[in-house]
């Protein structure tokens, strides 16, 4: 098992600019869910892609795009970045057979953006 | 009001004590997930539950369908146990997202 990878782990960033997190997924991991973690919140789900489509998006506007590749790896795009886009953006892989086998998700450390 | 409520908010307790956290949710689910988060942010998934208990060493994840209510219980606690323990589930017929409780701040002092 490889574990799911983020990066980068920290990043500033200045309003209005553009920003791409990468996150790997665990080897046998289709899937790949997203969350925007603002400080002292609980996490916000902002979409998952599953086998290289987006299957589900939680209450994020457009600027917030992402791509899942063939090895399953996944990007989290940001446009315009707002102050309020500052958050700890989390993601989480699985697949079917883990959900079906109770092992659930496997999460990365986190990717901290800052946007000043 | 919340689809999924955890109690306490804050636990503070001496090291060796039982702890107790509970979540209770509103929603149909498939599945209930205990999860721990440490201050540097990265979340580790404790239990994935449907029906019964499950025990991983010092820990338990209980969960009563019919009351829409879970359970986690750390057994002899230990300082590096101080962590947030966070409740999320998957709801029926929508997989792909997980909601999630406000999370229980556990601080044990040795």
């Known amino acids: 098992e490889t574990g799911v990878t983020q990066s980068p782990t920290h990043l500033i960033k200045t309003r209005g600019q553009q920003v791409t997190l990468r996150c790997s997924s665990q080897?046998?991991?289709?899937?790949v869910s997203w969350y925007q973690q603002a400080l002292g919140q609980g996490p916000q789900f902002i979409f998952q892609?599953?086998?290289?489509?987006?299957?589900g998006r939680g209450n994020f506007p457009p600027r917030f795009s992402g791509l899942q590749f063939p090895n399953y790896s996944s990007e989290l795009n940001v446009n315009a970045l707002e102050l309020d886009d500052s958050a700890l953006y989390l993601c989480?892989?699985?697949?079917?057979?883990?959900?079906?086998?109770?092992?659930?998700?496997?999460f990365g450390s986190g990717t901290r953006l800052t946007v000043v | 009001k919340n689809e999924v409520e955890q109690s306490p908010q804050n636990l503070t307790a001496q090291e060796g004590e039982f702890i107790t956290i509970n979540c209770s949710y509103s929603?149909?689910?498939?599945?209930l997930h205990w999860l721990q988060q440490h201050p540097g942010g990265g979340i580790v998934s404790l239990f994935m539950l449907s029906s019964g208990k499950k025990k991983h060493g010092r820990l338990i994840a209980t969960i009563n369908i019919q009351e829409k209510h879970s359970s986690l219980h750390i057994t002899a606690s230990h300082p590096r146990d101080s962590a947030v323990y966070i409740c999320a589930v998957n709801e029926m017929d929508s997989n792909y997202q997980l909601i999630w409780g406000a999370g229980t701040k556990l601080i044990i002092k040795p």
């Open positions: 080897s046998g991991h289709n899937t």
């Open positions: 929603v149909g689910i498939s599945a």
């Open positions: 989480a892989s699985s697949s079917s057979l883990s959900m079906g086998q109770g092992y659930g998700y496997t």
């Open positions: 892609y599953y086998r290289e489509e987006e299957n």
